[in-house]
């Protein structure tokens, strides 16, 4: 064999040698990627399987659960469309439908309970609804719900989203007032009215919120009605000490 035909079989073997070792570097590179954006999309699951849960004790709406649990059924479908072999995934997919089959039922028990001891647990509910509303309202750019459905969802959050920071500072006030701080239980009471007044949230049934917390600064109620809070355990007892007059409303 000539020396040129040496040369030109060796720059073959050279050129087949690198396209070998680019073509495993892609497939490891792309493995890589996948596996990274599968790990990502893992923790999002498992952020909205955890977000599901805590919104549906936030929301009158029952709906509301059953809609990010969707979402996380659809997200497990395109992970599985990135490893089909993948066993995990099932049990993932088993899983959320399950809970797809729970959230799906109209006489599921469910118990509404906003009240946070503390402005990070406060703050940490507040991020859920909202995150609640940016799933609802992704769904509807896909066409998976409807343009009504989308805002009723977004008008019960709205409300929750509100009722969380209300009720949690009345029951702080509550607790003051159980140990006979009237000054401080006025401040906590104020700070929900003020919440209540400068929401941005349109629901009716605000005015009549704004109403009864007034009243309660006027000492013309105790509490609020169960049907704006429902959790009950701090509510002051009858002869509690009233509020002082120089804080009433005229």
């Not at 906003?114 to 609640?132: E, G, M, P, T």
């Not at 896909?142 to 920071?165: D, F, P, R, S, T």
């Not at 009605?225 to 409303?249: A, G, R, V, W």
């Amino acid at each position: 064999m000539s020396d040129i035909s040496l040369v030109v079989l060796f720059l073959a073997i050279a050129m087949a040698a690198l396209m070998l070792v680019s073509a495993v570097n892609q497939k490891q590179l792309r493995s890589r990627v996948i596996s990274q954006k599968l790990a990502q999309m893992k923790r999002r699951v498992a952020d909205m399987e955890e977000l599901a849960v805590n919104v549906d004790s936030l929301v009158d709406s029952a709906e509301i659960a059953k809609h990010v649990n969707d979402e996380v059924l659809d997200m497990i479908e395109i992970m599985r469309t990135l490893d089909g072999s993948s066993q995990s995934l099932l049990v993932m997919k088993d899983s959320a439908q399950r809970l797809a089959d729970e959230y799906h039922n109209p006489q599921r028990p469910r118990e509404i309970y906003r009240l946070q001891d503390s402005d990070a647990a406060i703050a940490r509910s507040l991020y859920q609804l909202n995150d609640a509303g940016r799933i609802i309202r992704k769904r509807q750019a896909e066409g998976k719900l409807e343009i009504a459905q989308m805002e009723n969802c977004i008008h019960e959050l709205a409300w929750a989203h509100m009722l969380v920071a209300v009720t949690s500072s009345i029951a702080q006030g509550h607790k003051a007032m159980n140990r006979g701080d009237v000054l401080r239980a006025f401040a906590f009471y104020k700070k929900a009215q003020q919440v209540a007044m400068q929401t941005s949230s349109t629901d009716e049934r605000r005015q009549e919120l704004i109403k009864q917390i007034t009243d309660m600064l006027n000492n013309k109620r105790k509490s609020l009605s169960t049907d704006f809070m429902p959790e009950t355990q701090f509510n002051p007892s009858k002869d509690s000490e009233p509020l002082p007059p120089d804080t009433m409303f005229g």
